[in-house]
């Protein structure tokens, strides 16, 4: 019996080292992959002004493009979800960055605002969503028991992506134009993204089993389809909640380059550098830094009390950069405080889900989350430039921000904290 046991042991251990070090690797590719769809959404303050001088369009129209983008990443998302659980990752993932890539490669072709939306929005929008929805549900199975860390991870591929980017951008835009640009970068995009989706795997039935074992005490016990979990008022607590600092977050990433120039400095020097694309550079860490962190300390303090803190902090720091907002250095620094304080939604939200509604069905289900994203987007996109443009100052437009960000603390410590509790206490009686 014992020479029969040994052997057995020593076989499924071996197995189990593999996998383990089979999900990082999935992890690394699965940064990559999103790293390449980052520009799309990080860079596009950098084209708004180029944009609007060769379509001879206004910033409201011309922020339309960025809320399609970033509506449609959002709002196919369920859909992109369940196909993905159907046909897989890789394939669908595959899909995605290349539609991502050749989003940039069409719209450096466009002629008007219509091929503009079409291009640089809506395929855009499309693969940007099919890759992100993917690869974050992809490794919150692969880490069932570091959901935080691994959501956290990936999405700081998405948010550090373009410090890649941002100062390349910027330099090419100047020499070559914003045609030349968006040709050159797009086809790059594409080309790594499909290159990275090749790895991408499924975990096996075993990994997945040992480790939803592993957290059990932590987990729901039954697994939400999302037809069931949109019964749900704690889904919708979530919701509202995710919906409230994508507004925010947006209200700022996609208006920056316009209230920088108004604030007059854009074009000041810092540290012997642009301000603008300097504090785009430091954001972009700042946003991805965020995230696994955010995730590894949720992980272990709780996911409320941390979103608690982060909303908080963000409320803080953006107080504070428009009180200083004419200060350049200030400016640079705090700006990339307020995007340490947004970016972690993407690792929070996520991983509060899965711990809640169960793993089986956590692609779909983020995806219907992940709608709360697009609506942020219709609000910090062109209606926060219809505000200003309405009250000629950008301190409404942070107003709104920061109250958004303070209620979503609030909301986090003492209405969500206790409805989880309850909820997560009554299925396990």
């Known amino acids: ?32 992959c999103m790293m390449t769809i980052s520009s799309p959404q990080y860079v596009w303050t950098l084209m708004t002004k180029p944009l609007m001088a060769k379509l001879g369009i206004a910033l409201p129209e011309v922020q339309v493009t960025f809320s399609i983008l970033v509506f449609l990443q959002a709002f196919c998302a369920p859909f992109q979800g369940a196909l993905i659980d159907r046909f897989g990752a890789r394939t669908l993932i595959s899909i995605g960055t ?21 291009t640089y929005g809506g395929v855009g929008g499309i693969g940007t969503g099919i890759v992100y929805v993917g690869v974050v549900g992809l490794m919150v199975r692969w880490f069932p028991d570091r959901r935080g860390l691994a959501a956290g991870a990936v999405a700081a591929g998405y948010g550090m992506g373009a410090i890649l980017t941002t100062f390349p951008v910027s330099s090419s835009i100047a020499a070559r134009g914003i045609e030349g640009t968006l040709l050159l970068f797009g086809l790059v ?8 989706a090749q790895g991408l795997r499924m975990p096996p039935p075993a990994a997945q089993q040992r480790a939803a074992t592993a957290t059990a005490a932590r987990d729901a016990s039954r697994d939400y389809r999302p037809s069931d979990m949109m019964r749900q008022p704690l889904f919708w607590l979530m919701f ?20 920088a120039a108004d604030f007059g400095v854009s074009k000041l020097l810092v540290f012997g550098l642009a301000a603008l694309p300097l504090a785009l550079t430091i954001d972009r860490f700042t946003n991805g830094l965020t995230r696994p962190l955010f ?33 350049a250095v200030l400016f640079v620094l705090l700006s990339g405080v307020v995007f340490f304080g947004w970016g972690e939604i993407f690792s929070l939200f996520p991983a509060t889900l899965t711990d809640t509604f169960g793993t089986r069905h956590a692609t779909a289900n983020y995806g219907w989350l992940y709608l709360s994203f697009g ?11 219809l505000l200003h443009q309405h009250t000629g100052s950008w301190v409404p437009v942070f107003g709104c921000a920061i ?18 509790a309850r909820f997560v206490a009554a299925l396990r009686a």
């Open 1 to 32: 019996m014992t020479l029969r046991t040994t052997p057995f042991t020593g076989a499924a251990g071996e197995t189990a080292r593999t996998s383990a070090r089979l999900r990082w690797i999935q992890l690394g590719l699965g940064v990559v």
């Open 98 to 118: 290349l539609l991502a890539g050749f989003s940039w490669v069409l719209a450096s072709h466009a002629t008007s605002t219509t091929m503009l939306y079409l």
């Open 189 to 196: 995009f594409a080309a790594i993204g499909f290159v990275a």
């Open 240 to 259: 509202a909640m995710m919906t409230m600092m994508s507004t925010s977050g947006l209200m700022v990433t996609s208006q920056m380059a316009s209230f």
């Open 295 to 327: 995730g590894w300390i949720s992980d272990r303090m709780g996911r409320e009390n941390t979103m608690f803190f982060a909303f908080a902090l963000e409320a803080v720091a953006m107080t504070a950069w428009l009180l200083l907002r004419d200060n």
């Open 375 to 385: 609506i942020g987007s219709i609000f910090g996109g062109p209606l926060a430039a």
């Open 403 to 420: 109250a958004l960000d303070l209620i979503s603390a609030a909301l986090a410590i003492a209405v969500l904290k206790p409805a989880r």
